[in-house]
């Protein structure tokens, strides 16, 4: 048993010695296996449920999953401790550092008119404290681990407030019915799907486009899409209740579809 005194409530430096404990010998074998690599995931799914308790505004359950949220952060820098390349300490520090940095209007003599303009400055200190010196610079810097649509949005608006954008969303338009059709000659042609100009390919051109004109629309195509999903999952419902599917026809499905569409259209 390690040396630690429970509580009945604990504070920050506790939540950081308990980590510790049960990473060091005598505590948890199985927090000792892990790696940074190891428990990768488990940030990205704690990170959507708390996402699902700020959407559904519960309070107990924002706070357990930030908490969860927390622990990883917690556990991937004890980690970084043991190997002595940085602490909670340099974590807290870089970012309070960070935001000192990029709001020279509140820490500094910058004034600025409205939020619009605090995100331009953002941007401006980021890419400069980052050291990219072009915009291709920060368009490469967009992670690929974010969600494809969401890289896709941000590769597309960064590209956009450097000039490089269509005049209108119609524009964009005309551009995504020129990707559906190529996409229509890949399926058509039935080559290889990863193959140039194939099936693969061309959905991704068309996803991208797809993209672009949400964030000319100020649309979050993340948001749009499970959107879809739940409209898609509701009629599906329906038309199922119509009846067994197997041995139907496309022509008979096409017209269960529409017969759920007319009761609920949304």
């Known amino acids: 048993m390690v040396d630690f005194q429970c509580k009945r409530r604990y504070d920050w430096e506790d939540f950081l010695e308990i980590m510790r404990l049960l990473r060091a010998p005598g505590g948890c074998p199985w927090d000792a296996e892990q790696t940074h690599g190891s428990i990768r995931r488990n940030f990205l799914e704690e990170t959507c449920e708390v996402l699902d308790a700020l959407d559904r505004d519960d309070p107990e359950g924002m706070c357990e999953e930030l908490g969860d949220v927390l622990l990883q952060v917690a556990f991937h820098t004890q980690i970084e401790t043991e190997r002595g390349r940085f602490t909670m300490d340099d974590v807290v520090d870089g970012v309070s550092k960070k935001l000192v940095y990029r709001h020279p209007h509140v820490f500094g003599d910058v004034q600025v008119a409205d939020s619009g303009e605090v995100l331009s400055n953002w941007e401006v200190l980021k890419r400069k404290e980052k050291g990219q010196a072009s915009t291709a610079d920060a368009v490469e810097a967009v992670p690929h681990t974010l969600p494809a ?5 941000k590769i597309a608006g960064k590209a956009a407030k450097a000039g490089f954008r269509w ?26 799907k990863d193959a140039p100009h194939g099936v693969q390919e061309e959905l991704g051109d068309l996803l991208f486009i797809a993209a672009s004109l949400a964030w000319m629309n100020g649309v979050d195509p993340e948001e749009a899409l499970h959107l879809a999903c739940d409209k898609f999952c509701g009629r599906f419902r329906r038309v199922e209740a119509q009846g067994p599917l197997e041995g139907c026809t496309e022509a008979e499905l096409v017209a269960r579809w529409k017969a759920a569409k007319e009761e609920h259209p949304s």
């Open 149 to 153: 649509l969401w890289r896709a949005e």
């Open 167 to 192: 005049d209108s969303a119609l524009g964009a338009l005309g551009k995504l019915e020129e990707e559906a059709q190529e996409l229509r000659e890949a399926v058509e042609a039935g080559g290889p």
